[in-house]
């Protein structure tokens, strides 16, 4: 299997956060015998996201993508990977009310803002992500062709790469 990563993040470029994911994302997915062919970063910009996104679609029909999926202003991988699928989100109840109960366990009101993690692309797979607010989510349309749309945090992307990726990519 052929894929491309795109990792999503204007602190990427300018140096202030080091991509680790990358270097994980490449030894966890070649040891399960996938094939990276591309990995690029892009800035938290919606028509930088769309083409790195939609140019891997088209040269391997597969992206992993890590980032931009927080609760913030510049957090926009879904909503645009959603659009390039030509999927509209929907406000998944369950989601919404694991974030609110997450909250409430850290003693803090959500803030409105997290609401927008509770938005799922029409008929994505959800990934729950016991470490964080964001879940990853597995997009595939009629042609078979798949975004995997996984949180920046190291830490949450790892525990949503071995507990959810991996193992799909495995019966693939």
Do not use: C
Request: hydrophobic share 45%; no cysteine.
């Amino acid at each position: 299997m052929k894929l491309e990563l795109v990792a999503v993040g204007t602190e990427l470029l300018l140096g202030y956060t080091l991509d680790t994911n990358a270097a994980e994302l490449g030894r966890a997915l070649g040891a399960v015998g996938a094939e990276i062919t591309r990995h690029t970063t892009v800035a938290d910009r919606p028509e930088a996201i769309r083409a790195a996104v939609a140019e891997a679609i088209d040269r391997t029909g597969f992206v992993i993508t890590t980032g931009g999926l927080g609760p913030t202003r510049d957090d926009l991988t879904k909503p645009v990977v959603a659009e390039l699928f030509g999927k509209r989100l929907v406000l998944d109840h369950a989601l919404l009310a694991s974030i609110e109960a997450r909250f409430k366990r850290l003693g803090r009101p959500m803030p409105e803002s997290n609401r927008g993690q509770a938005e799922v692309p029409e008929g994505a797979t959800l990934l729950p992500n016991s470490r964080g607010t964001a879940p990853g989510l597995w997009i595939e349309d009629a042609r078979g062709r798949v975004a995997v749309l996984l949180p920046g945090v190291p830490r949450e992307m790892r525990g949503l790469l071995v507990e959810e990726v991996l193992p799909r990519l495995a019966q693939r």
